[in-house]
Nanobody
């Protein structure tokens, strides 16, 4: 059984920053999706298991950056936050697909709220 443990998130003002972390119980391609009320779950970013390739969704490109350490933890640095970035952020992982088009595994989700 794969476990994904998320941390970080919380509240920030528009223009501020937050960082999410996700630790897996093994080495996988990892990333995040997000979902807010009334909207479909949206791809945010992903990274290959060695960190060589990174993918960011159009809505966050240039503001968010995914990275990972040499082990099993991925990070999502979120800068220049906007109110529309608010939602539940779900860590996801997959053994094969680095773009996380249909992730095999999901974390429990963490709330991000951007508001003045």
């Amino acid at each position: 059984q794969v476990h994904l443990v998320e941390s970080g998130g919380g509240s920030a003002q528009p223009g501020g920053s937050l960082r999410l972390s996700c630790t897996a119980s093994g080495r996988y391609a990892m990333g995040w999706y997000r979902q807010s009320p009334g909207r479909e779950r949206e791809f945010v970013a992903s990274i290959t298991y060695k960190g060589a390739n990174k993918y960011h969704g159009a809505a966050v490109r240039g503001r968010f950056a995914i990275s990972r350490d040499t082990g099993t933890t991925a990070y999502l640095q979120m800068n220049r936050l906007k109110p529309e970035d608010s939602g539940i952020y779900y860590c996801a992982a997959d053994t094969v697909n680095a773009r996380l088009e249909r992730p095999e595994y999901w974390g429990q989700g963490t709330q991000v709220t951007v508001s003045s």
